[in-house]
């Protein structure tokens, strides 16, 4: 039996598996947080985060007390089966990411393919995204796009990876640690020193910045500076007739 959240029985009930909830949260300004994720958070009986004191810090705003588990890239194989038992149980969780929609480049995906494949309920509460918000102040066409997450730190990988994002018809979204922001810049301006590029920093956050231009004037932009924040890049696509 399905027990959602705020539900007429309540979560936790025991008359049968409960239901997982992939939360989104802020990826920087905490009111950017959606009432149906207040109202989840609130009524679960307990959230998974990658990292609890960032999420401490987001339920503390609200006023929200929950059990809070640590689950993150360096853990999640091991928690995995303890919060599966407890959602069998008919307990309900939430699970949430550092910042944005869990799964996105972030853990998650692990947990609810094991929740789908025991027909547990999994529920999307969605919210804030670095992807779409970068696409958005971007200025680049997002009719059409792709997420490619992070590219490989280096190597013969790091090149094709570079080369397929280059050869792509659709707009594409990436993103990319600070420490490696200037070299990417590099690459991409020598592949294509005319692309179309918006690098976006700390979207939503007091230091936004959004750089826009071709590849080699952004490179030329940023080469200078000691990037910090979280990075999302927004590419343009292949010109028509490229490689054709």
Known sequence: MRVP????????SGKGPGVLYLVATPIGNLEDVTLRALRVLREVDWIA??????????????????PIHAYHAHNEHRRLPHLLQRLREGECGALVTDAGTPAISDPGFLLARAAHSEAI??????G???????????????DRFCFLGYPPAKGAA???????????????VLFESPHRMVRFLEEIASLDPARPIAVCRELTKRFEEVSRGSASQVFALLRERAPRGEFTVVLGAAPEGKNA
């Open 5 to 12: 959240a705020g539900g007429t029985d309540g979560p936790g």
């Open 49 to 66: 985060a990658e990292d609890t004191r960032r999420t401490r810090i987001l339920l503390a705003e609200h006023g929200i007390s929950r």
């Open 121 to 126: 309920a999994v529920e999307v509460i969605p």
């Open 128 to 142: 804030p995204s670095a992807v779409l918000t970068a696409l958005l102040a971007s200025g680049i066409p997002c």
């Open 158 to 172: 790091r090149r094709r990876f570079l080369a397929s994002a280059m050869d792509e018809r659709r707009t594409v």
